[in-house]
């Protein structure tokens, strides 16, 4: 019986720790490595579409077109902010998405804390696509606003150094980029 239980413990064990592995990713910048834990038991929807997007490639040199000190890093407009692209646009950035369906929002109770990974969306809650946010700082009045899915856990030194844009609207001039943004 004893061996019924070691070999349990065992088995579950390393299904846990390879299913909190798949919901690992890592993000490459200039910078160095940020490492960011997705939430598929909160928002499985927006976790499936960062993740199919990440590992398709989608996000590499994905630029961050909108960054406001003291409040959020945003990305991942793949039609027109991937400067590997010839869609590549600097002035239209924000404003695309993939070629996928919108995702439906998932609100959470996960607070909008520094380090939040959350879907970055138009006026209507049901309109994330592909982009998404960092938090650099509390943010509660985005709490059950957006979808939060995710938070950084390694690594967000890397997020505080990307180049800040306009005070007032966030546009970045001269953007960093995604170098690669991968499942662990």
């Known amino acids: 019986m004893k061996k019924f239980f070691y070999l349990f413990i065992l088995i579950f064990g390393l299904s846990a720790s390879l299913s909190a ?6 993000l ?14 909160k928002a499985p929807n927006h976790v499936k579409r960062f993740k199919e997007l990440a590992d398709t ?17 945003q990305t991942g407009d793949v039609k ?39 879907a970055a969306r138009s006026a209507d809650p049901d309109s994330a696509n592909s982009q998404f946010f960092i ?8 709490d059950r606003q957006y979808s939060a899915f995710g938070k950084v856990i390694k690594g967000m030194e ?8 306009d005070p007032n609207s966030g546009a970045v001039p001269d953007p960093d980029k995604i170098i690669s943004l991968k499942s662990k």
Not at 57 to 73: P, S
Not at 81 to 101: E, I, M, Q, V
Not at 135 to 142: G, M, Q
Not at 158 to 165: L, Q, V
């Open 57 to 73: 490639g989608k996000y590499d040199g994905v630029v961050f077109h909108r960054v406001i000190d003291g409040f959020m890093a």
């Open 135 to 142: 938090c650099f700082d509390s943010a509660p009045h985005l």
């Open 80 to 118: 027109f902010g991937n400067s590997n692209s010839p869609d590549f646009n600097l002035s239209l950035a924000g404003t695309g998405g993939s070629d996928l369906p919108n995702v439906k929002a998932e609100f959470t109770y996960i607070a909008h804390t520094r380090g939040v990974l959350s």
């Open 28 to 41: 490459k910048l200039t910078y160095g490595d940020v490492e960011i834990e997705l939430y598929p038991e």
């Open 158 to 165: 890397f997020i505080d150094m990307i180049k800040k844009g």
């Open 21 to 26: 592995k798949e919901n690992i990713m890592i």
